[in-house]
C-alpha cells in the first residue's frame, strides 16, 4: 500500500503559499492568509478521525484517494503497524484544497500511549475538530485533548460521530438519541468551562492581591470577562452531527436553509430555533417555547422533528427488511435529491444508504465549511495564541541588551501578526523529528544523493510551521533549543546552531511534495536539520530571538525496560539504532542505567512494542533481548491519617532516635524519622521543576515566565507564593481529615508545631528536590563537650517561611567549652550531613529504592581531637583525618537515616494506573477475574444510559500492568477495552517483614514457614535480586512440615 499512495499524483491543485519547485516563475504570486486554515482532529481512542480524515481527503485531497476507498483505507495510517492494530499511532499532516482555501489537516493518534504526538499536532494548528463517539460519550482521552486545545490555544469545534450507532446499534428512537447528544454536548461544555473557570479564578485571585496592595492598575480589570455562555453550541455552527463511516454529516445551518423556505421562515430564525426546546406549532405555524404547544406531552423539539426524524427514515427504510422504500422516495423527493437510480437499485441496502446520505449531507463540505467559517485563519489565530507561544518575557534593560531586545520584540510582532512578507524575520517551530525511509523521498532527490548521513536506510525530516516570514529551500537559520536566552553571550554557544535547510516539502501523508519556498502560516516537512535537533526546536533568520515556549505532554514515559543485543558483538549497531529511534519518537526516552544497562522508556505497552520492532526492523536492524519492565519502587514507613499527631509528637523531643559513630569517634549522629502528611509528600513530588528553579535562586519573574512556558493554565500569579500557601493547604487537609471534631485545641498545637517545622527546612532529597525533607536539628538539646552542626534552613529561606533575621539567630549560642577551630569544623561539616542525607534518601534500606515522603532530623554532635597526643601529632592527624572525616560523618549520616527507616515500620510504595474500562454487561464477571488477579482496586463502576456498556473505573499497581490489555480482551473476547494513566504513589499497607505471631495470626497466615511471602517482601526479592543485593530467603524452615503438608496433598 506504501507504494500506492507514494506513487499517487500530487495535483492537490493550486497551492496558495507555496512556491513549487519546478516553477520559479510564480515565485511573486501573491498568496491570501486569510484563504489558509490549519487544524487538526483530535479525538478518544477509535472515535473515528483517520475514518472522517479519509473522507476529506478523497473529496478535497487532489485525487490521491478514490471516494469509493473513503472510510476503508484510513490513508493517514500509513505505517504497516498501524494498518495491523487498526490505530494511529502518530501524526500527521495532509494539505486540502476546498474551494479557494488551503487546509492543512494533521490527524492525531487517540491512544494513551501516543498522546504526545497530539501535542506536536496541537502546537502546529489553529483550530481542532474534536470528534466523540455518540454511543461511547467522553472518555478520559476526550478530557486530554480538550485541555490540550486549551493550553495551545485553539480554536475548537465538536463533531459527533457515530451517530448511525444510536439508530442501528442502540435502536434508540429520534427523541432518546437528541437526548443523548444534548447531554453529551453539555458534558463537553462543562470540560471547558471547567478550564475557563481555572483561569478566571486565578485571575480573579491575582487582581484582588493586586487591590489588596492598594494599586490596582486599570488593566488588571480587563482579563475578567466570565464567559458564562457555552462553548459549543448547534446553534452557533460549531457543532456537527456526523457519520464517519457512511460519509455523512450536518449542521443545524444545513437544515435551517432547507426549511427557510418551506416554513416561510428566515433561515436565522430557524437556526437557533433547530437546536434546544423549541417546538413547532403546525397549526398556528409558529415557533414555540414548551408551554405554547397543545399537547405538551408529545410534542418533539423541532431538531427532532424536522432533522433527526427525516433521518431514521431513511435509516430504517432502507436498512430493515421491512423497510418501506416509498418512504425513501419521499425523503429523496422532498429534499430535492437527484440520485443516479441505478444506486438506488443496487443490491446492497448499505450501498444505497450510502449513496442517499452522502449527497443528502455530504460530510467532507459539512466539516469543511465548519473549519472554513468557524475556525481562524493563521493572521488572526497568531494574534491570540502569541502569549503562549512567546510568551512576554520581563527582562531588565541595559544598554548592552537593549538592541537585542528591540528585534527580540520585532520577531514577536511579526509572528503576532503573521507577517508572510519576504523581509520579515523567518520563525518556525518544529514540533517533532520524524523518520522516513529514504526511499519515500521525491525522486530525484534520492538521485541526487544530497542525501543526509546514515546507512540504515532512513532519513529525519522536521515537522514544521512556519510563524513568520518566508522560509526557503537552501536558506541558512539559527537553531534555537528551548533554553536559549539572546540575553546571555554563553548561551550562543550552547543552545543555538546553524543549519542549512536543504528541501522543503509539502506533506500528503505519507508522500513529499519538494516546494522551493513556504509562507508564515504553512506547515512543512523540512530536510537537513537532523544533525541539529533531537525533538523540538525554534527556527529563527534572527540569533536575537526568544524561542517558543515548550510543548506540554500529558504524561511522562514511565515504561522502562533494558535493551541487548542478542549477539554481543552488535553492541555497536544497537546504540547507533537506539539514537535513531530516541530522535525518531519525539516521547521515547534512551538511558544508561547505572549498571550500564541501556534503557527504553515508553508510555505504555503498544509504544514500547513499536519502539522495539522499529529498533529491529528500521533502526538497528539486528536480534534484540528486551527485558521485562523495570518497575521502580519508593520506600516510606508506617504513618497513616490516624496518628498524625503522635508521629509528630515523637519527632519534636522524644529521646527515639538511632545513633551512629563514626570510625574515629569523632562524630556521633542520631537520627530521627517521621512520615510526612501524604498531601504534602504528593505536593512536592509534582512541583519537584518548580521548586528546582527556586531552591536554584532563580527570581521571581524568571520563575513566573517558566512556569507560563511550562504551560500551565494559571499564568497571573506569583509562582513562590503559590507554592507556599500550596504547602501550608497540604497539611491543613491532612488536618481536616484525619482528626474529629472533638479535638480542636490539639489540631491548634499540630498546626503550630508544623508552622515551626517549616521554617526548619534544610533539603529536600534525593537530588535536591524530591519528596523527603531534611529539617535542621532543634536547639536544645547537646552532647557534653561537643558541638552540634546546625545547618542553615535554605530551603525555607529560598521559599520564604522565615522571617528575615530569625534564621540567623542561632549561630550565636555555643557551648562554653567549643573552641572557634570546633565551630568552625561544625560548619564545614554541613555538606557532609547534606550529602548523606541525599544519598540515604536516593537509596532506602529495604531495595535500594528512593526514599518517599519522610522526614528526618539530624543532629551530629562532632567532639574535640584527643587532647593527650602531642602537638605535632595533632596537625599531621588532622591534615590526614580531615578529608576522611568528612566522609565518614557522611556515611555515619547514611547509615544512621536508613537504619532509623528499618526500625520505624519500613513499607514499599507502588505506583498505580488510573485505569477506565468498558465492558458490555455479560463480561463484567470475566472483568473483575482479571483485575482481582491484578490486584485493582476498583473506584467507581457505572451503567452507561442508554448503551449496553459498564464503565468501571479503577486503580491497577504498575507492577501488575503488564500484559493485563492482552489478558483483558483474551478473557472478555476482546469485548472490553482499558486504557492506563499513571495516576499516583502509594504505600503497601503490608508489613514486608511480617511474621505471624499472636494464635490468631498463625491460625490465619500459617506460622511464617508453609504460607507463601507477602507481596511486598516478593517485590522487595525481586528488586534486590535483579539489582544484584543479598536476598533473604529461607528455602526450607520446617522439613518435616512440608513432608506433611505434601503427603495430605
Ligand atoms: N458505526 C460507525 N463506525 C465508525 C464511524 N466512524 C468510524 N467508525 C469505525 O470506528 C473504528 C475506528 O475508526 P478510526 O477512524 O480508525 O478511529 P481513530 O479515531 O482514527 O482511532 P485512533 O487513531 O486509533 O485513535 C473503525 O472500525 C471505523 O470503521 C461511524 O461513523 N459509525
Ligand atoms: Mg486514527
Redesign the pocket.
Known amino acids: 500500500m506504501a507504494e500506492k499512495i507514494s506513487e499517487a499524483s500530487f495535483n492537490a491543485t493550486e497551492k496558495q503559499s507555496f512556491v513549487e519547485s519546478d516553477d520559479s516563475s510564480n515565485s511573486d504570486k501573491k498568496s491570501d492568509p486569510n484563504l489558509v486554515r490549519n487544524i487538526c482532529i483530535l479525538?478518544?481512542?477509535?472515535?473515528?478521525?483517520?475514518?472522517?480524515a479519509d473522507h476529506l481527503i478523497a473529496s478535497y485531497g487532489g485525487g490521491v484517494l478514490h471516494p469509493k476507498q473513503a472510510?476503508k483505507l484510513?490513508f493517514m495510517?500509513y505505517l504497516d503497524e498501524e494498518q495491523r492494530r487498526?490505530?494511529?499511532m502518530k501524526s500527521s499532516s495532509i494539505a486540502l484544497q476546498f474551494k479557494s482555501y488551503f487546509i492543512n489537516l494533521i490527524?492525531?493518534?487517540?491512544?494513551m500511549d501516543f498522546c504526545s504526538e497530539v501535542s506536536t499536532a496541537a502546537r502546529l494548528s489553529d483550530g481542532a475538530l474534536v470528534?466523540v463517539d455518540a454511543v461511547e460519550g467522553v472518555h478520559i482521552q476526550t478530557h486530554a485533548v480538550l485541555r490540550q486545545a486549551w493550553i495551545e490555544k485553539l480554536t475548537p469545534c465538536l463533531v459527533l460521530?457515530?451517530?448511525?450507532?444510536l439508530i442501528?446499534?442502540l435502536r434508540l428512537s429520534p427523541m432518546e438519541a437528541y437526548n443523548r447528544l444534548l447531554r453529551i454536548i453539555h458534558e463537553v461544555n462543562g470540560i471547558v468551562s471547567a478550564f475557563q473557570s481555572e483561569k478566571y479564578l486565578s485571575d480573579v485571585d491575582s487582581m484582588l492581591s493586586v487591590v489588596a496592595s492598594g494599586d490596582a492598575g486599570e488593566e488588571n480589570y480587563e482579563f475578567i470577562d466570565n464567559e458564562e455562555e457555552d462553548t459549543f453550541q448547534p446553534q452557533k455552527g460549531n457543532v456537527i452531527f456526523?457519520?464517519?463511516?457512511?460519509g455523512w454529516g450536518f449542521g443545524v445551518y444545513d437544515f435551517a436553509e432547507f426549511y427557510a423556505s418551506k416554513l416561510g421562515a428566515s433561515s436565522a430564525a430557524l437556526q437557533k430555533a433547530l437546536w434546544g426546546p423549541h417546538y413547532f406549532n403546525a397549526k398556528t405555524k409558529m415557533i414555540v417555547g414548551k408551554k405554547g404547544i397543545s399537547s405538551a406531552a408529545k410534542a418533539r423539539p423541532m431538531f427532532v422533528q424536522f432533522i433527526l426524524e427525516p433521518l431514521w427514515q431513511v435509516y430504517r427504510s432502507t436498512l430493515e427488511s421491512d423497510g418501506d422504500r416509498g418512504v425513501l422516495e419521499k425523503v429523496i423527493k422532498s429534499f430535492n435529491l437527484s440520485i443516479p437510480s441505478r444506486e438506488l437499485q443496487n443490491k446492497d441496502p448499505k450501498a444505497v444508504l450510502q449513496a442517499v446520505m452522502s449527497r443528502w449531507l455530504p460530510l467532507s463540505d459539512t466539516i469543511l465549511s465548519m473549519v472554513v467559517k468557524c475556525m481562524p485563519d493563521p493572521v488572526a489565530a497568531q494574534s491570540f495564541r502569541i502569549s503562549r507561544l512567546l510568551p512576554k518575557r520581563d527582562t531588565f534593560e541595559n544598554a548592552d541588551s537593549s538592541d537585542v531586545l528591540t528585534e527580540a520584540e520585532l520577531v514577536r510582532k511579526s509572528v503576532e501578526a503573521c507577517d508572510s512578507s519576504p523581509t520579515a524575520p523567518c520563525v518556525a517551530f518544529v514540533s517533532k523529528m520524524f523518520a522516513v525511509p529514504i526511499k519515500m523521498l521525491p525522486r530525484g532527490e534520492i538521485l541526487n544523493n544530497s542525501v543526509d548521513e546514515n546507512d540504515s536506510g532512513e532519513c529525519f525530516l522536521a515537522f514544521a510551521r512556519i510563524f513568520s516570514g518566508v522560509l526557503f529551500a537552501g536558506q541558512r537559520v539559527f537553531v534555537l533549543s528551548a533554553l536559549y536566552d539572546p540575553l546571555k553571550e554563553e548561551s550562543k554557544q550552547k543552545h543555538v546552531q546553524e543549519a542549512d535547510l536543504q528541501s522543503l516539502y509539502l506533506m500528503m501523508g505519507q508522500g513529499l511534495k519538494p516546494v522551493a519556498s513556504a509562507k508564515a502560516g504553512n506547515i512543512v516537512a523540512i530536510r537537513g536539520l537532523s544533525q541539529h535537533i533531537l525533538k523540538s526546536a525554534t527556527l529563527s533568520s534572527t540569533i536575537h530571538s526568544w524561542p517558543f515556549s515548550s510543548m506540554v505532554f500529558q504524561v511522562a514515559p514511565t515504561l522502562k525496560v533494558a535493551i541487548e543485543p542478542s549477539d554481543p558483538a552488535d553492541m555497536g549497531a544497537l546504540m547507533k539504532g537506539l539514537r535513531l529511534l530516541n530522535r525518531a519518537d519525539p516521547f521515547v526516552e534512551v538511558t544508561v542505567s547505572a549498571r550500564g544497562e541501556h534503557v527504553l522508556a515508553a508510555a505504555g505497552e503498544v509504544h514500547l512494542e513499536r519502539c522495539v520492532k522499529d529498533l529491529k526492523e528500521r533502526f538497528a536492524k539486528v536480534s534484540l533481548e528486551v527485558s521485562p519492565p523495570l518497575v521502580s519502587y519508593k520506600e516510606t514507613i508506617e504513618g497513616e491519617m490516624t496518628n498524625t499527631l503522635e508521629n509528630l509528637k515523637l519527632f519534636s523531643g522524644s529521646s527515639d532516635y538511632v545513633e551512629k559513630t563514626t570510625p574515629n569517634g569523632r562524630c556521633a549522629v542520631r537520627v530521627q524519622v517521621m512520615r510526612l502528611p501524604t498531601p504534602l509528600t504528593k505536593l512536592l513530588d509534582e512541583s519537584s521543576e518548580l521548586l528546582g528553579d527556586i531552591i536554584g535562586g532563580k527570581s521571581k519573574q524568571v520563575l513566573k515566565s517558566l512556569e507560563t512556558l511550562r504551560g500551565s493554565i494559571v499564568q497571573d500569579e506569583n509562582p513562590i507564593e503559590a507554592l507556599k500557601k500550596r504547602m501550608m493547604d497540604a497539611i491543613d487537609n491532612d488536618l481536616s481529615s484525619g482528626i474529629s471534631e472533638m479535638e480542636r485545641d490539639r489540631i491548634e498545637k499540630y498546626r503550630t508545631l508544623w508552622r515551626t517545622l517549616l521554617k526548619r527546612i534544610w533539603a529536600l532529597g534525593p537530588r535536591q528536590v524530591g519528596p523527603n525533607i531534611l529539617f535542621t536539628p532543634g536547639r536544645e538539646k547537646s552532647i557534653e563537650g561537643s558541638v552540634l552542626i546546625k545547618g542553615f534552613p535554605y530551603v525555607s529561606d529560598r521559599l520564604g517561611f522565615c522571617d528575615v533575621g530569625e534564621s540567623n539567630g542561632t549561630t550565636g549560642e555555643s557551648s562554653p567549652i567549643a573552641d572557634e577551630m570546633l565551630l568552625r569544623e561544625a560548619e564545614s561539616l554541613e555538606s557532609s550531613v547534606l550529602s548523606g542525607f541525599q544519598l540515604a534518601t536516593s537509596a532506602g534500606p529495604l531495595c535500594d529504592e528512593p526514599m518517599w515522603g519522610l522526614a528526618f532530623v539530624v543532629e551530629a554532635f562532632i567532639s574535640p581531637i584527643d587532647r593527650q597526643s602531642n602537638e605535632d601529632n595533632i596537625s599531621i592527624q588532622q591534615a590526614e583525618q580531615y578529608g576522611m572525616f568528612t566522609g565518614q560523618v557522611m556515611t555515619a549520616v547514611k547509615e544512621a537515616c536508613r537504619a532509623a527507616v528499618l526500625q520505624r515500620k519500613p513499607r514499599l510504595v507502588e505506583a498505580l494506573y488510573f485505569c477506565e474500562l468498558n465492558t458490555p454487561t455479560e463480561y463484567l464477571g470475566s472483568m473483575y477475574a482479571v483485575l482481582a488477579r491484578r490486584r485493582a482496586r476498583v473506584i467507581k463502576e457505572e451503567m452507561q444510559e442508554g448503551s449496553p456498556l459498564f464503565t468501571v473505573n479503577a486503580y491497577v499497581p504498575v507492577t501488575e500492568s503488564f500484559g493485563f490489555a492482552d489478558e483483558l480482551r483474551r478473557w472478555t473476547s476482546g469485548a472490553s477495552s482499558a486504557l492506563l494513566v499513571l495516576s499516583h504513589w502509594e504505600p503497601l499497607l503490608e508489613d514486608p517483614f511480617f511474621v505471624p505471631k499472636t494464635e490468631e495470626e498463625i491460625e490465619e497466615h500459617g506460622d511464617g514457614s508453609s504460607v507463601p511471602q507477602n507481596t511486598a517482601r516478593k517485590l522487595i526479592n525481586a528488586v534486590r535480586r535483579r539489582k544484584g543485593l543479598p536476598v533473604e530467603e529461607k528455602v526450607v524452615q520446617h522439613a518435616t512440615k512440608q513432608r506433611t503438608l505434601a503427603r495430605k496433598v
Open positions: 479525538a478518544h481512542v477509535d472515535h473515528g478521525k483517520t475514518t472522517l472510510g484510513r495510517d487498526a490505530i494511529t490527524d492525531s493518534p487517540g491512544h470528534l460521530n457515530k451517530v448511525d450507532r442501528c446499534e456526523a457519520c464517519a463511516l457512511d
